[in-house]
């Protein structure tokens, strides 16, 4: 799937969410949470890179800061 697929089906998805009832809402929301959680050390991983690659490039470190995930974002 490429980005612009990616980003249109993020769209209708967000499209469902917000007209699903709340229950289905929280069931969602807590599958994804989960869904992360699971892939954690990869998301991390690839997020090092990133701000690696920003700090070569350069790019203000308010930015940087802005980029990188932290522990606390996978709090739950």
Known sequence: MDIKA????????ARDLATAS???RAKALDAMAGEL??????????NAEDVRQAR???????FV??????????QY
């Open 6 to 13: 990616m980003a249109m089906a993020a769209k209708d998805a």
């Open 65 to 74: 800061r802005r980029l990188a995930v932290t522990e606390k974002i996978f």
């Open 22 to 24: 709340g229950e289905a």
């Open 56 to 62: 070569e490039q350069g790019l203000p470190e308010a």
């Open 37 to 46: 959680l699971a892939v954690k050390e990869q998301l991390m991983a690839a």
